[in-house]
């Protein structure tokens, strides 16, 4: 994780006029954000916002900003977004006011508590509001704390999605693979830490460091704009005459990538390279040629910049994202769309209806029916039973191609397709 | 030495059969083949055993019924071995010629074979073949024997099969779990080359595929050594898949349908037509669009062309192919298949037949035992360097290890 340390400490955006405001958010958002301070980004500016006072007072962010309701009388939300809802919702000025002259947002979060999946969305509105490029880097929860946390976290995930220009978003059950079976709580959670605070690193150096090859922020919002649910960062760093190679054997050896697996299902990639004044453009050349050979599907990007301190070292930073292949995803995504509908025709708020039930329809809601959502979420109510099991009947057909007698074998992976899957079915080949 | 004539066992695990072979070296060193046992195969998907208790049952049959067929004892087998987790390469290992009159001597040839052989794989994973190709001299190449050439710097290519060992083992597991030795696992796509191929189609180049039920392994052959393996893990069990869903109909029906209406190409004259399918009673029950059967078929096999196509492109393999392509396996049956190859690869396409084996005429000619008869060959190859190798004293020392190994 060096790679990123070094070269961003005391080095200030050289593309002038950017003004990049990371706010961390709730708890886990705002540890990401300590650990960013320590780091030295000495280009950023740091606001932390949370609901519970104790949380915020332990933090050295030099803005810091408590959403104060009655309701919570200065105490957390207790992993309820409601109230993190209601709490921003109050405080929207507060945030507003917070958010005015950056021109750039970091928001940083843990979804699947009260304060991050329940403020996050509001600010991200209200800082699009007040003209600003808005990008999220949040966290899903451990599958082990439960399914209602994770419920919570896809709801928060869509609604930031809806709201800001982009985000990236680390499952943190996917840092279980990086981490072996002794590795301490506190580590895990500092690695988990470290990742997003690494991307959020390496998205500022694109956007900011003199680049040969630009990034500008519009394609890095395109490439994380609703498209994916995970995301994943790889870094790599090597010296000496090969270190093209050997960066890109480290890269793929990167264990995030699960061999070149994760690559090759990857939808999107962004890629930036970091060198000293002797970068050639032939290591650029074969580091690209050999990731495209990786990611065949996917849409690439790709930026190199040069830096005084690098001379003799190459950097590179990849952050990909892919389609979720959580099976909960398609499953408990649908129930909140059903209540969406159910809650128009109770409510009789005749929005539009969207023309397919199955066309998802971007949760653009007005906070009190963000709250009513989430509120008719509330397990044990018989309507929500009842919806649930019949939108998982309708859901059926939608279901991916089922591989009949290959269900439960290893499915064979080529270049990215799922040859199990009938060749007619992936060519789009019609039997009319 | 006191074996009065070594029987040589095949066996191969197959996704849609279990198959043994026992073949019997002559006085003359011929190879007869004398016994064929199979059952059907329950336990395995995609070339890799899915449940070891029913493969065991089935390997069990096979062999039982090639014992009863050839009279004989089986002892040990030779393995077939496939799945999705094959992987070859080549590698080169060099060796400089310290000698001073820059001979190259028969320890310099060793000790670039060792070289070459040093592979750095991970952990779990096993080496199943490593094949020699040929030598370069100071950069020259296709040498097939160094020894006494002038030299300073002797490499060879070695063409490395390997595979993940605990898949591997699950196979050898079933087979130990019978009693029975393995004298040694092959992969079956070498095996089948084997079988099918004449020195002259080795030397001028060849491609072998073999279409299995569950995998598709192909060989490269090219002046006469193997450049190129691979194995797809789809195969005909896919085509039955595929032709289940798209025409909603039983696995059962579709495996049938398959091996009955099938055929590798669309034609014109299929459209509109339909096919019944009638019950046990001989009552229709429904009909299917015929076209659209053969479509889904076409397009399988078409893809499994083209992705085998693709990597030997990649691999520079595709130009060394003079003496065409050969079919095996039970795929090779499907109706007009060499000619969908034949439009797919551009090359000239011929179903394989075993040859250079004398004995069970009807076991030889099916394309479906090709990889268990290579498997024999195999054996042989085995048997007779083994053979060479023994000097005398090692040789009454290995017959008395034998005969003291026997319970």
Redesign the interface.
Known sequence: MDTSATPNSGIEPQKAGIAIKVFGVGSAGINVMEQMVTRGCSAMTFAAINTDSRNLAKSSATEKIHLEIKMLRGLGTGGDPERGVAAAEENAEKLKAACAGADVIFILAGLGGGAGTGITPVLARVAKETGALVLGFVTTPFDCEGRRRQTLARLGLEALKAAADGVICLPNQMVCKLIDENTSVVDTFRITNELLGDGLVGVWRLLTQPSLIEIHFADVCALFRDRHAESFFAFAEAMGPTRSREAMDKLLAHPMLAAGEMLAESETALVSLMGGPDLTMAEINRVMEHLQRHCEHAQVIMGAAVDESFRDRLAITLIASRKSHDPHAELTEPPAKTEELDTQLLTRTATARPGSRFVPPPPDLPPEQVEQLLKRRAPGSPRSRRNLSKMLQAQLPLEIVSKGRFDKSEPTIHAGEDLDVPTYIRRGVALN | MFEPSPIIVGLEIGTSKVCAVVGELTAENVLNVVGLGQARSRGV??GEI?DPQVAEEDVRYAIVEAEQMADVEIRSVYLGVSG?HLRGFNNRGVHPVVSSDREISEEDVQDVIKNAKTINLPAQNHVIHAIRQHFLVDGQDGITNPVGMLGSRVEVDVHVIHGNLNRLQNAIRTVKGLQLEVDDIVFTGLASSLALLTNEQKEMGSLVIDIGGGTTEYVVYANGIIKHTGV???GG??VS??L???LKVP?SRAEQLKVEHGSALVEDSTKGQTVTISNELGLPVRTV?LE?LR??MF??L??IFQ?IGHDLEQAGALDYLRAGVFLCGGGARIAQIAKLAEQVLQMPVTLGKTNSISGLKSALDQPEFASAIGLVKFGTFQQRKRALKASLAEGIKATFDQLFRRP
């Open positions: 998907r995609k899915a999705g797809l893990a789809v069990d896919h898949n595929d289940a869903y798209g696995l669009n659209h479509r889904i397009l399988r078409e893809e992705l």
